[in-house]
């Protein structure tokens, strides 16, 4: 299946909103005064568990964009073994982490509009997906979109 223009530049306006949420983030949590704990915690599990989902990929099937590479390979292993998209899940739990350094209410609100782009992503991709490898009709049955027995 190959993607409109129209869809691809949807996948590219919704990266282009994703970083932005992520800078604007990140640049509010790191100004916090004093950074709690359990967000330091958080934002350390959400790069080893984007770096874990990038490992578990071949050079070159990694796409920022939910456009997946016609030639890509259906990853199942590695942290894709219990969630769909790993990164994604990295990427929404980087944003909590800094959202709750931040401790503000903008923070915690910036995050709704980055888990409603990453679940869009999620979306597209899937469709594609399905019409790409066979096996991943069964593989979306049993595994997880973003977080293990929450979505």
């Keep these: 299946m190959r993607c409109s223009v129209v869809e691809e530049w949807l996948g590219r306006l919704l990266v282009v909103v994703q970083f932005a949420l ?30 874990w989902a990038l490992a578990s990929n071949p050079p070159g099937n990694f796409n920022i964009r939910p456009t997946p590479h016609p030639d890509g390979q259906m990853i199942s292993a590695g942290p894709y073994r219990w969630v769909r ?9 980087f944003g909590v982490a800094c959202a709750w350094a931040d401790a503000s209410w903008d923070g915690w609100l910036a995050t709704a509009p ?5 679940t869009c992503k999620a979306l597209m991709e899937e469709r594609w997906m399905l019409s790409l490898h066979p096996g991943y009709a069964a593989y979306r049955a049993g595994t997880a979109r973003i977080f293990p027995g929450i979505f």
Aim: aromatic share 6%.
């Design 22 to 51: 992520l800078a604007w983030l990140a640049w509010r949590g790191v100004q916090a005064p004093s950074i709690p704990i359990g967000a330091a915690m958080a934002g350390v599990v959400s790069v080893l568990l984007g770096l």
């Design 85 to 93: 998209h790993p990164m994604y899940a990295a990427v929404l739990l």
């Design 114 to 118: 980055l888990a409603v782009v990453l």
